[in-house]
């Protein structure tokens, strides 16, 4: 706008001048020399008036005739030239034609006036009365009047020319008046806009200036943040938006600082721009870190050592990775306090552990000690602490850090090491052993005081001998050497104990059996030999008494084995011979009552039914020893389907399953290896237990099933019979044995014995679980490779 008005200014102040530039040269070259040359015209005419006047009154007057010719052939010619050019511009044309009048005129005049001249041209010519009456005639009547009317003509003219002159002055003045005026208002409206432009400039440049200032200021303590200013498409605009993308982008480097000053080295960032060394550089260091932080974890994980810093002001606690494990806290949800750290202490080491923390942030001295925690997962640890105290300038603790390091498997390994010390040392004094120790050539370099007392040698004297030489008999001692050398020949291969059992002679000659025991140990860098010496006469006598009556057991066992073969033997042709007579009694006693029915009194018939009932049972009986007596006679071994060998049982059990209404349910059995009969015997027995010990009113309901343990089938028999008291679970299982006696539990106290007998032929065992009333589980195992 500035610029546009004093263009505009500049362009009229221009023209103005142009044109007073030409308005005062017209009338500095036009119209003030016209004026001039209108005057002396006009005083040209009155000279010549004047002159032709006093040519022809003035006889003598020489002076003026001269100027009279000079007028009429020089001044006026000249004059009449000058007029003409200055005419020759004039605006009016008029005035120029009139301007030629008075020419005209004028030299009509000069010719009267030479015709005055000519006839007065002589001095004695004045003399002639004609031609001065003429003359003064023509004075009077022409030239005078003549001139007059010149005269007043070319005053017309030059007063026309003044107003002229008077116009261009006044119009030279207005133009000076319009650009004083167009300058004032220049400089009004500079004032004005000037004015506008510093309150538009302070509102719309200055205040975003201030704002990026403060906000630059801002930077500079380390504050980012954006300037709030709308943004236009001006310069300021761009400069806002310039600046608020250095916020963000500085908000960005921040961001990623930050987040590699909290560990988060895995956060994005991108250099602004190739040239962003600020940026490149935090990455170097980001990678720097992680890469020192890793190592720094995988040390403090190797060496189980973490550490800690505490913010004591605002009890913000910050753990390494390796102290999160140590204490077993999950990192995301601790909450980074003090109280979550002391809870972790264990209540027995905690007042401890506060009177040591009161002591270091008194005495600022650094501290080390151990203590125990309870992790967060409820283990117990052992830790050993570090710690330090950062003061401010005013001696204020502001900061603890230190290391902790996870010492349960030393503390374990330190408790151990002194148990087993005690151990030892208590195994020491208790041993009966002496106890030896030689070099690797075999020399005694400790000799204690159990071997004094068993060989009567004092270390004293031991002490540099070679064992073998001292303690073995002569004639053993070649054959000992050999022996002693292969062994002390020490790093060709790993040196394992050895014992040997060797004949021995004390300081007085005596020979005894000794046992020694020699282990290569390594003390004090050398290795040596412990040997361990114990007198075995004693057990050498035992074992030579026991070994005798171990003969002596052999034989009675083979005896009893032969004995009970014929026992077995004689049950069986006993039973055997038996069977047939008591069939015979039992068949003619039948016969008899049958004969005799109703004949018989009742108390011979009840003898005869007796007898019946007592044969029958004794069939029974036999039967049933003559089982037992048979189980384990045949080796038979081969592939028995269970399920094959259930079925026959159920088959054979046809009539009292149906009587009972017994309810037999099985899930798939095995194949397993055994004896056929044997198994389905096995099987046939428990089912009948279970239908046989059956509860009076309810149906008898039986589950067998069998399971695959390790190496072996565990087959179960659950009924829900009357059961069997606790204290009868084992001694069902012995011959003859039988808890129920009544009537209906009719028995021979074999059944189970035989179970027994062939559930560990097949190297198996068998047992029971039950109570009274709630029934019972046999259960027994087969090994699957059974023979
Ligand atoms: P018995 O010929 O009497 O059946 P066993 O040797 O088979 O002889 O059984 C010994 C005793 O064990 C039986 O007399 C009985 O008292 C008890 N017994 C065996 N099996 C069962 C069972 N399933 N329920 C309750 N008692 C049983």
């Known amino acids: 706008m500035l610029v546009l008005l004093f263009v505009v200014n500049g362009i009229a102040s221009l023209i103005t001048l142009n044109n007073n530039r030409k308005v005062s040269e017209h009338i500095s070259k036009i119209t003030d020399p016209s004026l001039q040359s209108l005057e002396d015209f006009g005083d040209l005419l009155t000279a010549s008036k004047m002159y032709t006047t006093n040519w022809v009154f003035l006889r003598s007057n020489q002076d003026d005739k001269d100027a009279l010719k000079r007028l009429h052939n020089i001044d006026y010619p000249k004059l009449k030239v000058k007029l003409n050019l200055l005419s020759g511009k004039w605006d009016h044309k008029q005035m120029a034609d009139s301007l030629q009048k008075i020419y005209t005129g004028f030299e009509q005049l000069l010719v009267v006036e030479k015709g005055v001249m000519s006839s007065l041209q002589k001095f004695e010519d004045y003399n002639d009365p004609v031609a001065k009456f003429e003359s003064e005639r023509i004075i009077e009547d022409e030239v005078l009047p003549h001139t007059s009317r010149l005269m007043n003509s070319l005053s017309g003219i030059i007063s026309y020319e003044q107003n002229i002159r008077n116009q261009k002055n006044k119009d030279l003045e207005e133009y000076s008046m319009r650009l004083r005026m167009l300058i004032s208002i220049l400089a009004i409206t500079i004032i004005f806009l000037g004015t506008f432009l510093s309150l538009y400039m302070a509102r719309v440049i200055v205040s975003p200036i201030n704002k990026i200032r403060d906000m630059v200021n801002d930077l500079g303590k380390g504050i980012i943040r954006k300037v709030n200013h709308k943004v236009s498409n001006d310069e300021i605009g761009k400069m806002v938006r ?31 721009s190739a040239e962003d060394t600020l940026g490149k550089a935090l990455i170097a260091m980001r990678n720097n870190i992680k890469s020192s932080y890793q190592k720094l974890n995988e040390a403090q994980h190797i060496a189980k050592l973490g550490s800690w810093e505490r913010d004591v002001k605002n009890d913000h606690v910050s753990l390494s990775d390796e102290l999160f494990c140590i204490f077993d806290i999950d990192p995301v949800s601790f909450d980074s306090s003090f109280q979550s750290i002391l809870q972790l202490i264990h209540p027995e080491d905690i007042k401890n552990f506060q009177a040591i923390g009161r002591k270091y942030m008194q005495d600022h001295l650094p501290a080390t ?3 125990r925690i309870i992790s967060a997962k409820g283990v117990t640890k052992n830790i ?14 502001i900061k603890t850090i230190g290391i902790v390091q996870d010492i349960t498997e030393r503390k374990k390994g330190e408790l151990a090491l002194s148990e087993s010390q005690k151990q030892i040392q208590t195994i020491f004094n208790a041993a009966l052993d002496a106890i030896v120790i030689i070099d690797e050539e075999g020399k005694i370099v400790k000799w204690d005081s159990k071997a004094e007392i068993l060989f009567g040698w004092k270390q004293e004297e031991q002490l540099g001998m070679l064992l073998t030489e001292t303690i073995i008999p002569q004639q053993y001692r070649e054959a000992h050497r050999r022996g002693m050398k292969l062994f002390l020949k020490t790093g060709e291969g790993p040196i ?28 004090d860098g050398k290795h040596q030999f412990i040997g361990f010496i114990r007198d075995i006469t004693s057990r050498k006598k035992a074992e030579a008494k026991l070994r005798k009556s ?32 008591l069939r015979t009694i039992s068949d003619f006693v039948g016969l008899l009552r049958q004969q005799y029915q109703g004949k018989l009194d009742e108390k011979a018939d009840k003898c005869l039914a007796f007898i019946i009932q007592s044969s029958d049972r004794m069939k029974i009986f036999i039967r049933d020893l003559l089982q037992y007596s048979r189980i384990g006679s045949d080796n038979t071994n081969e592939q028995v389907n269970c399920m094959v060998i259930l ?30 009969a044997e198994i389905k015997q096995l099987f046939q027995n428990l089912i009948v237990n279970a239908i046989k010990f059956r509860k009076k009113d309810s149906i008898p309901k039986i589950k067998i099933s069998a399971q695959k343990k390790d190496n072996y089938w565990q087959f179960t028999f659950a009924d829900n019979g009357i059961g069997i008291e606790e204290q009868y679970n ?48 046999f259960q027994f195992t087969i090994q699957q490779n059974s023979n």
């Not at 600046?243 to 960032?269: D, H, P």
């Not at 050993?384 to 603790?397: C, L, W």
């Not at 066992?557 to 047939?580: G, M, P, T, V, W």
């Open 730 to 777: 084992e001694k069902i299982f012995v011959i003859f044995q039988r808890l129920h006696t009544r009537s209906e539990y009719q028995g021979s106290g074999i059944g189970l014995s035989n179970c027994k007998k062939i559930v560990e032929l097949h190297n198996g065992k068998i047992w029971v679980d039950s109570k009274p009333g709630e029934g019972s589980t």
């Open 369 to 371: 000690y151990e203590c």
């Open 242 to 272: 310039s600046v608020n993308n250095l916020s963000e982008k500085l908000q960005a480097t921040a961001t990623f600082a930050t987040e590699i000053g909290n560990r988060n080295f895995n956060s994005y960032f991108e250099p602004l």
């Open 550 to 581: 171990e003969a002596d057991l052999e034989r009675n066992n083979r005896e009893l084995i032969q004995k009970n073969r014929d026992l077995e033997q004689f049950a069986f042709a006993a039973s055997h011979d038996l069977q047939e007579p």
């Open 647 to 676: 079925d026959e049982v159920l088959a054979d059990l046809g009539k009292a399953i149906e009587e009972t209404n017994a309810d037999i349910k099985a899930d798939p059995l095995p194949f397993i290896s055994g004896h056929p």
């Open 496 to 523: 394992l104990s050895k014992t040997i059992e060797v004949r021995a002679i004390n300081k007085n000659n005596d020979e005894f059996d000794i046992s020694l025991s020699i282990s290569p140990s390594l003390i």
């Open 384 to 397: 050993s602490v570090q710690s330090k105290v950062v003061i401010d300038a005013h001696g204020e603790v």
